[in-house]
Nanobody, 116 residues
Framework: QVQLVESGGGSVQPGGSLRLSCAAS????????VSWYRQAPGKERELVAL????????NYADSVKGRFTISRDNAKNTVYLQMNSLKPEDTAVYYC?????????WGQGTQVTVSS
């Protein structure tokens, strides 16, 4: 059974940090491209960051470059999103996504709220 379980979300003040985790099971995690997406209320889901299976390549949305870092540990079947210097506009539900060819899996999402 395929599972993607996000954790690490919560409420933080502007300028704070959070580290999201996504634990995968039920498939060959190390062969999949992994991405973090987010969706704010009333907005479309957007790509935040992406990492290739071997971690050689990453990509970030312009809005998070220099503040967020995506990483993965294939031995633990886990991907991380370190989020620093958080801003109110980072408030959203964050989703883990894995993709290989036409196969795509999504996690259930974790809420991140940035507010003073």
């Amino acid at each position: 059974q395929v599972q993607l379980v996000e954790s690490g979300g919560g409420s933080v003040q502007p300028g704070g940090s959070l580290r999201l985790s996504c634990a995968a099971s039920g498939f060959s995690f190390s062969t999949y491209v992994v991405s973090w997406y987010r969706q704010a209320p009333g907005k479309e889901r957007e790509l935040v960051a992406l990492i290739t299976p071997n971690s050689l390549s990453t990509n970030y949305a312009d809005s998070v470059k220099g503040r967020f870092t995506i990483s993965r540990d294939n031995a633990k079947n886990t991907v991380y999103l370190q989020m620093n210097s958080l801003k109110p506009e980072d408030t959203a539900v964050y989703y883990c996504n894995v993709r290989r060819a036409s196969v795509i899996y999504w996690g259930q999402g974790t809420q991140v709220t940035v507010s003073s």
